[in-house]
């Protein structure tokens, strides 16, 4: 069993930044992707950046790339996710997980994770 808790979600005026942190109870578990995720009301959940445990590569969705760094302490068991330039269309709950996509293509999809947080929510103002 993976437990993750999310923290640092807030509100912020467009053009902020803010840090995301996710502290997983079983960090040991290497075999593990990490990956962050993002819902906006009325909309799909949305696969936004990704470790991928095999080969530790990192994966963003087109829409946050040069913006967000995902990055990861094992020292502290704890993902994060670093949102810089943010825009309004950056405003939902963001949610950490843990799961095991079989190909690093897979990694933002939702499908892949078995283990997800409770949420913490990002509002950016215009």
């Known amino acids: 069993q993976v437990q993750l808790v999310e923290s640092g979600g807030g509100s912020v005026q467009a053009g902020g930044s803010l840090r995301l942190s996710c502290v997983v109870s079983r960090y040991g578990a290497s075999t593990y992707s990490m990956s962050w995720f993002r819902r906006a009301p009325g909309t799909l959940r949305e696969g936004v950046a990704a470790?991928?445990?095999?080969?530790?590569?990192?994966h963003y969705a087109d829409s946050v790339k040069d913006r967000f760094t995902i990055s990861q302490d094992n020292a502290k068991n704890t993902l994060y996710l670093q949102m810089n330039s943010l825009k309004p269309e950056d405003a939902a709950m963001y949610y950490c997980?843990?799961?095991?996509?079989?190909?690093?293509?897979?990694?933002?999809?939702?499908?892949?994770?078995?283990?997800w947080g409770q949420g913490t929510q990002v509002t950016v103002s215009s």
């Open positions: 997980a843990a799961g095991q996509p079989q190909w690093a293509d897979r990694v933002l999809f939702p499908l892949n994770y078995n283990y």
């Open positions: 470790i991928y445990a095999t080969d530790s590569s990192k």
